[in-house]
């Protein structure tokens, strides 16, 4: 195991699963032909990509007990992120999501899963709440609570925290993981136990009502968090605290695929807030990584390591 007896400097609970993305871009999903297998979903894509960044990480998820399931396994490992959290669900195939590619900003997404997917078998019995409870950075989805028994894990990983710093929820809003509703509810009470917020500007109007940046962000602060994050895609970011506004520019990229953006800018704020940077820096950082990712095709495998973050910038700096 990567942790070798060491808590995580950053710990996810969530999504995992096989991205199957086409290799031809701009091709409608019937007329594909040749197809590139990856690891996917948000929680194990952020894990991933605080991993490049150095960080001790570790995954808490569940995969079916079939191939793709030991798939994402070797993956994980192989990426770094510590799977010893991920469990087996046998009866539930691990997830399979296929995209179209629609540069720049039309990326549709086919989940073949179901509210009985593995990732949403989590129980509260079960979760390594020692390991939760220290971790540098607890990094929840509101997808995670869409469903029991995942919602109540998480409820009660929350509790464990005890609104400790770093204790993130992405806003990360998928609308068929919630077929009858109650996203803006269960992020409502999230938000209460958590002290980080982080989503873009639609899934800040699920939670809060309101669209435009600053107002989201109030609301956030408002709705119990210390930090709250506003990704604008291309348009840069936006962070608040009570006593700060940040609002940096989005970086310039030739957009290839912009699904695995908001999962890179998740690990490299991580990276910034275990490094104890000022907010100004934590952003500019991530923003610059969402921009690399967004260049590329894949999500999970794509994600920048720290040194060409930092040249991203100085280019940027230099144009």
């Given at each position: 195991m990567l942790l070798a007896g060491k808590t995580a400097e950053v710990l996810c609970v969530g999504r995992v699963g096989v991205d199957v993305y086409p290799t031809q871009i701009g091709v409608p999903l019937e007329d594909v032909e040749t197809f590139g297998k990856f690891l996917g979903g948000s929680a194990a894509n952020v894990a991933v990509a605080a991993a490049r960044h150095g960080r001790r990480t570790a995954l808490i998820s569940k995969t079916g007990n079939d191939p793709f399931g030991r798939?994402?396994?070797s993956k994980l490992r192989q990426l770094g992120v510590d799977d010893c959290f991920v469990g087996l669900e046998s009866g539930s195939p691990t997830p399979v999501t296929f995209c179209e590619i629609?540069?720049?900003d039309t990326f549709p997404l086919f989940f073949y899963r179901t509210h009985t997917s593995p990732d949403l078998r989590l129980r509260a019995d079960a979760m390594p709440v020692e390991h939760i409870a220290q971790a540098g950075v607890f990094w929840a989805t509101l997808t995670g609570c869409s469903a029991e028994p995942s919602r109540e894990a998480h409820f009660a990983a929350w509790k464990?925290?005890?609104r400790s710093p770093n204790t993130v929820l992405d806003l990360d809003y998928r609308p068929k993981f919630w077929p009858r509703g109650g996203a803006r509810e269960q992020a409502r009470a999230a938000l209460a136990l958590c002290t980080v917020a982080v989503g873009n500007r639609?899934?800040?109007q699920v939670a809060t009502g309101e669209s435009d940046p600053v107002r989201a962000a109030r609301a956030l602060l408002d709705l119990g968090v210390e930090l709250a994050v506003?990704?604008?895609g291309p348009a840069g970011a936006l962070a608040m605290t009570a006593e700060q506004v940040v609002d940096v520019p989005g970086q310039r990229v030739e957009v290839v695929n912009g699904l695995g953006a908001g999962d890179a800018f998740g690990g490299a704020l991580c990276h910034g807030l275990l490094a104890g940077w000022d907010l100004e820096r934590c952003l500019r950082f991530a923003n610059a990584a969402g921009g690399l990712?967004?260049?590329?095709?894949?999500?999970s495998p794509a994600m920048p390591?720290?040194?060409e973050v930092e040249a991203a910038l100085a280019d940027a700096a230099d144009a």
């Open positions: 798939f994402v396994h629609f540069p720049p464990v925290r005890g639609e899934e800040c506003v990704k604008r990712v967004a260049g590329r095709l894949e999500c390591v720290t040194a």
